[in-house]
């Protein structure tokens, strides 16, 4: 009798699919737990965040950037002195704090610009405080191409700029646009109405429609821009910001009065107290959510990847693909060696 010899199986078709690895199966990996270690080690190390507040004198910066951080972060306008001397150029100052909640700690650095489009001739204002970002762009630049970098480049990239706009009810002016046009192709600019309590409701509704007009016609892309939108989920999200809050007409103050049994802080006035928290009276807690609670983390990375990578990119191409460290370069030269970035 023949055997019967068994016929080889012919191969699928279609290769098999990957075995899943069945968590269930296995136990817990404890995958999720990154989430923990990174608190932990943001907690440990803290991180920067940078933000430049512009617009005409007078019009609540200071006093807006301290109701931002419930402390007093930028200094105060001294009141008017006749022996001080009005600044003839634009003056940047940079002033840092420490800021600790539940553990985690913020390095702060308001960027204060007073004395811009104070001037009677205000062309080309906007050049010392794009020269003051790209200066900060290439500070980090010389730190990451250096052989010896740090282990953490401290950051003193502007994160996000207010851009302060006159509650004027009108348009907005060439300053603004010539600005904005300039500085938001080299930062996230975050266009404010300011003073808003100076308006009335239908005043402030036709105002920001107006200048959200303006700034679509003018090409103007503020901060979060379109183009940058992750996913679906980001768009609907940011649409929603950009056709309806932008731009957040705000109310400042640091000065705390008693509401129903609550400290809040607000704005004292003849007919009552504006408060600046409470969503009926202004739009400030809409803005320091966006900034601080929802974007935070995201006006960093387009700081980093899209800001200061078309500064980085164009650092380099303008220096034949060499980084711009000169005296690193001539070092290597010397000792003959190469190295790619
Ligand atoms: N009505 C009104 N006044 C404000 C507001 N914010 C600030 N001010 C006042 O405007 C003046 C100038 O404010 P300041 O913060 O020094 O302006 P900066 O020059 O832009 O920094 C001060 O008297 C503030 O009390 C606001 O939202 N509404
Ligand atoms: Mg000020």
């Not at 899943?20 to 737990?33: M, Q």
Request: glycine share 6%; charged share 30%; proline share 5%.
């Amino acid at each position: 009798m023949s055997e019967l010899v068994p016929e080889p199986r012919p191969k699928p078709a279609v290769p098999m699919k990957p075995v899943s690895i069945n968590s269930n199966l296995l136990g817990y990996i404890g995958i999720d737990t990154i989430i923990e270690q990174m608190r932990k080690k943001t907690m440990k190390t803290g991180f920067d965040f940078n933000i430049m507040v512009v617009g005409q004198s007078g019009l609540g910066k200071s006093t807006l950037v301290n109701t931002l951080f419930k402390s007093q972060v930028s200094r105060k306008a001294s009141s008017w002195n006749r022996e001080e001397k009005i600044p003839k150029t634009v003056e940047i100052k940079a002033i840092g704090h420490v800021i600790e909640e539940g553990g985690v700690k913020m390095k702060l650095t308001v960027i204060d610009t007073p004395g811009f489009g104070d001037q009677i001739n205000n062309e080309n204002c906007w050049e010392p405080i794009e020269k003051y970002i790209n200066e900060q762009y290439e500070k980090f630049l010389k730190e990451e191409v250096n052989i010896a970098r740090k282990k953490r480049i401290p950051d003193t990239r502007v994160h996000c700029c207010l851009y302060f706009i006159s509650p004027t009810g009108h348009s907005l002016r060439p300053l603004d646009l010539e600005f904005m046009k300039h500085l938001s192709k080299v930062v996230n600019i975050i266009p404010v109405i300011a003073k808003a309590d100076t308006m009335t409701l239908e005043e402030k509704s036709e105002f920001k429609q107006r200048v959200r007009k303006e700034l679509e016609v003018n090409g103007i892309e503020f901060y979060p821009q379109k183009e940058f939108d992750e996913d679906l989920e980001d768009k609907t999200e940011n649409d929603k910001i950009r056709q309806e809050s932008m731009p957040f007409a705000v109310v400042g103050s640091d000065k705390e009065y008693q509401v129903n049994g609550k400290r809040v802080l607000g704005r004292k006035t003849p007919w009552g107290i504006i408060e600046v928290e409470n969503l009926n009276h202004c739009e400030f807690a809409l803005l320091r959510d966006f900034v601080i609670r929802t974007h935070l983390q995201d006006l960093k990375e387009v700081t980093h990847n899209i800001h200061y990578e078309t500064y980085r990119a164009k650092r380099l191409n303008d220096n034949g693909g060499l980084p711009p460290n000169k005296k690193l370069c001539a070092s290597l030269k010397r000792s003959g060696e190469g190295f790619n970035l």
